[in-house]
């Protein structure tokens, strides 16, 4: 038998958020491509386009400081390449589980850590 993971959900990280929609922008993300981009991943905001990716504290392009977090799912697994998708980023206000965030690959508690200091600066407070 196929043992199934299942995968976040939408907002399932969040732990409260400012009322009506104000904590949540629309905003461009790349996708790489062949990948889905999880609800709850930290994201970067590129200095050159203002679009956002995945969090790496090595960036130096944007992608260095935190900029929010993933609402939901973006799904370019049938993509041969990056592409850009509107997406709902998490951006001011709110709060969000720490253990229920999603980081790109080889990212340090260091890294972690300096994203949650990024993040507090635009009150998107991370709680364990």
Request: hydrophobic share 40%; glycine share 10%; with cysteine.
């Amino acid at each position: 038998m196929t043992a199934l993971t299942e995968g976040q959900h939408c907002g399932e990280f969040i732990r409260s958020e400012a009322e009506g929609k104000l904590s949540r922008e629309t905003v461009t993300v790349t996708v790489a491509a062949a990948t889905i981009q999880q609800a709850g991943t930290v994201l970067g905001k590129l200095t050159a386009t203002g679009k956002y990716v995945p969090y790496d504290n090595a960036g130096g392009d944007g992608s260095d400081v935190a900029a929010g977090v993933l609402y939901d799912n973006v799904d370019n697994s049938a993509g041969l390449a990056p592409a850009d998708f509107d997406a709902v980023v998490l951006v001011r206000d709110c709060e969000i589980r720490k253990g229920s965030l999603v980081w790109a690959d080889g990212l340090v508690d260091a890294d972690k850590d300096a994203a949650y200091v990024d993040l507090a600066v635009e009150h998107v407070i991370a709680r364990d």
